[in-house]
C-alpha cells in the first residue's frame, strides 16, 4: 500500500521561500509520477508540478513557473517542492500525490492520481 507524509509547510512573508518534502512508501513500480497540487476552500485542487522518476520530466503551471521546482531526493523515495519568491496567492493546503505508470499529459490533473498524502499548509502573508 502506497503511502505519502508530506512536510515542511509553515508560514512566511512575502518573497520568502519554502521547501516542501513528500515521503513515499509502499512504492513498487519502477518508474511513477509525482505531482503537488494545491487547494483552497471553496475551489478545485490546482496541480503546480509534477515529475516522472523515470527520466526525470518535469512540468509546472504557468502560476508557479520559474519560481517553484520539483526534485527526487537521491533517495529515490522522497520528493521536494522548492518553492522560491513566494506570493501571499501561493496560500494554500499544498498535497502531493503519486501514480504508479504514465498519466495524460500535462500530469497536473487531480483526478489522474490514485495515491494521496494528507496536505501541509502554506500561509504567505504580505
Known amino acids: 500500500q502506497v503511502q505519502l507524509l508530506e512536510s515542511g509547510g509553515g508560514s512566511v512573508q512575502a518573497g520568502e521561500s519554502l521547501r516542501l518534502s513528500c515521503a513515499a512508501s509502499?512504492?513498487?513500480?519502477?518508474?511513477?509520477?509525482v505531482g503537488w497540487f494545491r487547494q483552497v476552500p471553496g475551489k478545485e485542487r490546482e496541480g503546480v508540478a509534477a515529475i516522472y522518476t523515470g527520466g526525470r520530466l518535469t512540468y509546472y503551471s504557468e502560476a508557479v513557473k520559474g519560481r517553484f521546482a520539483v526534485t527526487q531526493g537521491n533517495d529515490k523515495n522522497t520528493f521536494y517542492l522548492q518553492m522560491n519568491a513566494l506570493k501571499p496567492e501561493d496560500t494554500a493546503m499544498y498535497y502531493c500525490?503519486?501514480?504508479?505508470?504514465?498519466?495524460?499529459?500535462?500530469?497536473?490533473?487531480?483526478?489522474?492520481?490514485?495515491?494521496w498524502g494528507q496536505g501541509t499548509q502554506v500561509t504567505v502573508s504580505s
Open positions: 509502499g512504492v513498487t513500480a519502477a518508474s511513477v509520477v
Open positions: 500525490a503519486l501514480n504508479q505508470g504514465a498519466i495524460s499529459e500535462p500530469p497536473l490533473q487531480a483526478d489522474e492520481y490514485f495515491y
